[in-house]
């Protein structure tokens, strides 16, 4: 995978890389101390992954994810754990707090990696696979969905949370070794195989099986102590379906 750095630390920037190719399939086009020379950088040369600072001194990592138009894969680094809504709502892969430890950065990697083998190998128009006959029926209690791996069933009592990324979903299960499971789709063919009663969508990012709330607070849904923000559009249905 060909990636860049971005950061106006130079420590961090040298860690990063360290890093990345430590890794061996990680391949470092090129490191930036400043955001701006990265954007430019970008609009001539294809890149898979960027690993983003957050706080840097001429334009943020946020804005400056935002400004690309055909986002790469991307990985936010940061000090600051107050920015990690951002990350979610820009559909970040992952969001990484320096110090970084390297298992937690090879953990990242992973689900970059496992992302962009996904949209490497498979075309669009095979990947959304339900059960042999078509659309899931108010008699099934399951979907089949197409992974890296195979067709995988998945029951719907065992799906805890849908989180959108960008071209993907990471389907979050019970058991699984908490392994999340990827698959190129989008929130609205998948709203259409599984029940509607069971599954609500809270936020452009996030579908939750109420069964699996923990608690609300505030603006946030907890499963199993991940915070899931509510947006504000989805807000009023949400907490009409919960009796709140």
Do not use: W
């Not at 090129?30 to 992954?49: I, R, S, Y």
């Not at 110090?99 to 669009?124: K, S």
């Not at 996030?206 to 102590?225: E, G, T």
């Amino acid at each position: 995978m060909k990636c860049i750095i971005v950061d106006d630390e130079p420590l961090a920037l040298n860690i990063m890389k360290s890093y990345c190719e430590d890794l061996g399939y990680l391949d470092v086009l090129h490191t930036f101390t400043n955001p701006l020379e990265a954007m430019e950088f970008l609009v001539k040369e294809k890149v898979d992954l960027v690993f983003s600072d957050i706080e840097m001194p001429q334009i943020n990592g946020v804005e400056f994810i935002k400004t690309l138009q055909n986002k790469p894969l991307f990985i936010f680094t940061t000090a600051y754990q107050k920015y990690a809504l951002d990350g979610f709502e820009l559909n970040a892969v992952d969001y990484l707090v320096k110090p970084i430890p390297f298992p937690r950065f090879v953990m990242a990697v992973h689900r970059a990696r496992e992302m962009f083998q996904m949209r490497d190998t498979h075309r669009p128009d095979k990947l959304n696979v339900v059960s042999a006959g078509g659309p899931a029926t108010e008699q099934d209690n399951f979907v089949f969905i197409k992974s890296d791996y195979g067709n995988v069933k998945l029951e719907f009592e065992n799906i805890k949370y849908i989180q959108g990324l960008k071209d993907y979903l990471k389907i979050h299960v019970k058991g699984n070794s908490n392994k999340p499971i990827l698959t190129l789709m989008s929130f609205k063919d998948m709203r259409n195989k599984i029940p509607a009663h069971q599954f609500l969508r809270v936020h452009r990012s996030f579908m939750v099986n109420v069964s699996y709330i923990d608690a609300v607070q505030r603006s946030k849904i907890v499963i199993d102590d991940v915070r899931i923000p509510i947006g504000e559009s989805y807000k009023t249905e949400f907490l009409q379906r919960v009796g709140l």
